[in-house]
């Protein structure tokens, strides 16, 4: 199955600086990545995604970045904020997207605590 | 629009009890799925519902297990209870099946003892 290594475990920034967490996956099949904060006694929040067929995403503050031949995709926060504290985690599924639906369910990192000093 | 709920919030029960956890999905949202958070194992796929069938299973025993109904809200059970259950339960909707841009609930914290 799926396995999916997440890096670094803690990342402890300053205000306005950039964050970057990186993921590796291993099954070659996955297709779909999704990244998640997760804030205190919150459930998962879904705040970015990629497809294969897609190198690079950006939404305002955030990015995605997909490299298939090494099976990695990172995400990058610049001009971090306090309210950007959280627990962050990648994900890899395989997504059949002519038909819809997958194989399993998502297979998550172990998580990131990103921690933004004032 | 509501996000995912999910009943109850907190959950004591001792060891060998049954329960049954509760989540009301996005509506139109007709994929539901159930994850086990724990700080040793992490987010672990439990299975998913769609059109009230069991489309995927995670690796878990034949004590969990769940069911949607038409309206598209689902269950989740687990029997005879082990310490080692203890975990937040997140329920995840989508409004096709399979994983993508799955919406988690707040999760039910279920303690074992």
């Known amino acids: 199955g799926e396995n999916v290594e997440q890096h670094p475990s803690t990342l402890s920034v300053q205000e306005g600086d950039s964050a970057v967490i990186k993921c590796t996956y291993s099954d070659s099949a996955s297709n779909y990545f999704p990244w998640y904060k997760q804030e205190l006694g919150k459930g998962p929040q879904l705040i970015i995604d990629?497809?294969?067929?897609?190198g690079e995403k950006k939404d305002q503050r955030i990015a995605v970045t997909l490299n298939k031949t090494a099976k990695h995709f990172s995400l990058h926060i610049t001009e971090t904020q306090p309210e950007d504290s959280a627990v962050y985690f990648c994900?890899?599924?395989?997504?059949?997207?002519?038909?819809?639906?997958?194989?399993?369910?998502?297979?998550f990192g172990k998580g990131t605590h990103l921690i933004i000093q004032p | 629009k509501a996000g995912v709920t999910q009943t109850p919030r907190y959950l004591i029960k001792t060891r060998g009890q049954q329960v049954t956890l509760s989540c009301s999905p996005i509506?139109?949202?007709?994929?539901v799925s159930w994850y086990q958070q724990t700080p040793g194992q992490g987010l672990q796929f439990l299975f998913e519902?769609?059109?009230?069938?069991?489309?995927n299973k995670g690796n878990f025993p034949g004590r969990f297990s769940g069911r949607q109904f038409s309206n598209s809200r689902s269950e989740m059970n687990v029997s005879t209870l082990e310490l080692g259950d203890s975990a937040l339960y997140l329920c995840?909707?989508?409004f096709g099946t399979g994983p993508y841009e799955q919406y988690f609930g707040p999760g039910t914290r279920l303690t074992v003892t």
């Open positions: 994900a890899a599924s395989i997504f059949l997207w002519d038909s819809g639906g997958g194989a399993d369910g998502l297979t």
């Open positions: 519902y769609f059109s009230e069938t069991q489309r």
């Open positions: 995840a909707s989508s």
């Open positions: 990629i497809r294969s067929n897609v």
């Open positions: 509506s139109g949202h007709r994929s």
